[in-house]
């Protein structure tokens, strides 16, 4: 579908050639040139764009009573504002008021195009965060009873009322920006902006553009003012992820601004002053952090005065029910598919699994699997329903696997030891080495499991006394 811009002004030869560009590019474009027909049109269709004139035909400056308009009843239209006779000050108060950028007449197509592009791109990464705002309770990997995350979301309440700069560590997959996120949503600001960028899959040759903005140079005045994740998060918070992957430079430029608060936009001469908390991630330890070379310690100290480490999925493989149980729910209602459970058999399955891509593994198995399950007639998603990989890569499975072209030369109860070893090996691993929680999971008496493994010669970590 194309995007609907609304172009108002009083003079109509501009309204049709700004149409017309438009139209060349594929958006479909639509003008009026007066405010009362302007506010008519939009309560009539919401446009996905405005290219709004400062100066209409009665000279009173109606244009930014229209602008204060959109922006209190549309806040998710990008507006564009545009003048022949304009001055520093009504840029700048354009600009205060909501508008997105500011363009001078006459102006040359290409700005136009290019000014439009980046509004719609804001626009769009605005309601994308709003949304997931309204998802991350459900998709967060903070989810889980385990003593591991409860200590997690203890240190999160502790910061999040805070403006205190936090580190999140923990492994690829483990989801960092939905806990940045979270922690935002915790926050005073919870209200304000939150932006985020991935070090590691964002072009690096973007990156400094993409945090510190870019200022229009006297030699590229066809190149509009591109503002950065610092500016568009004021008073709001942002993630970095990834931090320790940026080049010494950016990270240098980055110390600087936490220690002033203020910084230059590529090729600007004019510091910008934000009120931006600023949360990083990494996949690297805080040790490792600071046996980097690559990594400024300068930044490291700035960053991390609260760090926060999540654990790895396999730490806490008793949190898979609980997780599995909310990512289906948004999944189904994602997909339009009927909620499921996991079978017994095939929760034993993904909580014997060591994930080595964490959560976001976890994901990909449960959305696929529910997908897979739709045809299967049950209730729940079965253990035939799982993809291959849990199966490859579970060491229960593989190790079980290897023995049973041999098992059968053994006497029967030598094979019955062999499995029990490997079973209880597995469901110990499961559980973190928890006597009590494997023995109700085995419907097994916790005394006489104790036994069990002693007979069966396997060693626990397990301290709880036995009965």
């Known amino acids: 579908m194309p995007v609907d811009v609304l172009v108002i002004d009083d003079e109509t030869d501009i309204c049709e050639l700004v149409s017309a560009i438009l139209i060349d ?39 930014l009573k229209i602008l204060e308009t959109i922006k209190r009843d549309h806040s998710y239209v990008p507006v564009i504002m545009m003048s022949g006779h304009s001055t520093v000050e009504t840029a700048v108060a354009t ?23 980046r509004a719609l791109d804001a626009a769009k990464l605005k309601r994308e965060n709003s949304e997931l705002k309204m998802q991350v309770p459900f998709l967060c990997s903070l989810i889980g ?5 409860n200590e997690v979301k203890q240190k999160i309440d502790a910061v999040a009322q805070t403006n205190t700069k936090v580190c999140i560590h923990g492994p690829v997959g483990c989801d960092r920006a939905a806990i940045a996120r979270y922690i935002h949503n915790l926050s005073l600001r919870t209200e304000l902006p939150f932006c985020s960028i991935n070090c590691l899959t964002a072009p690096m040759q973007h990156i400094e553009t993409e945090i510190f903005g870019l200022e229009t140079t006297s030699t590229e005045k066809n190149i509009p003012r591109k503002i950065g994740l610092l500016e568009n998060a004021n008073n709001g ?18 110390a600087k601004f936490l220690h002033q608060s203020e910084f230059f936009r590529i090729g600007g001469s004019t510091a910008v002053k934000v009120d931006v908390r600023l949360i990083v991630g990494s996949s690297k330890t805080d040790s490792e952090l600071l046996k980097s070379e690559t990594f400024s310690k300068d930044l490291y100290y700035r960053t991390h005065v609260v760090s926060i480490s999540i654990p790895p999925l396999v730490d806490r493989l008793n949190d898979i029910a609980l997780l599995s149980r909310q990512f289906l729910i948004a999944y189904a209602s994602a997909q339009h598919l009927q909620v499921k459970n996991l079978s017994s058999g095939a929760l034993s399955i993904l909580e014997s699994y060591q994930w080595p891509g964490d959560i976001q593994q976890l994901k990909n198995v449960l959305e696929g699997s529910l997908i897979i399950s739709a045809s299967n007639g049950s209730n729940c998603i079965e253990v035939n329903d799982l993809p291959p990989e849990v199966f490859q890569k579970n060491q229960f499975a593989q190790s079980w696997n290897k023995r049973n072209a041999a098992i059968v030369s053994l006497p029967i ?38 036994r069990k493994l002693k007979n069966l010669l396997l060693k626990t970590d397990d301290t709880d006394e036995v009965d």
């Open 25 to 63: 590019e594929g958006y479909e474009a639509r003008f009026v040139t007066n405010g009362v027909t302007a506010l008519e049109s939009i309560k009539e269709r919401q446009p996905g764009i405005v290219i709004l004139d400062v100066w209409l035909g009665d000279g009173s400056r109606e244009g």
């Open 95 to 117: 600009i205060k008021m909501g508008a997105y950028d500011f363009i001078e007449k006459p102006f040359q197509a290409d700005r136009l195009l290019l000014v439009v592009k």
């Open 145 to 149: 009873n385990s003593h591991q995350i």
């Open 237 to 254: 918070t942002l993630f970095i992820d990834e931090v320790h992957s940026l080049v010494p430079s950016i990270q240098a430029r980055l």
């Open 413 to 450: 109860k030598e094979a019955r030891d062999e499995f029990e070893r490997e079973y209880l090996s597995a469901q110990l691993k499961r559980f973190n080495g928890n006597i009590s929680q494997t023995a109700k999971f085995i419907g097994m008496d916790r005394a006489a499991l104790h």
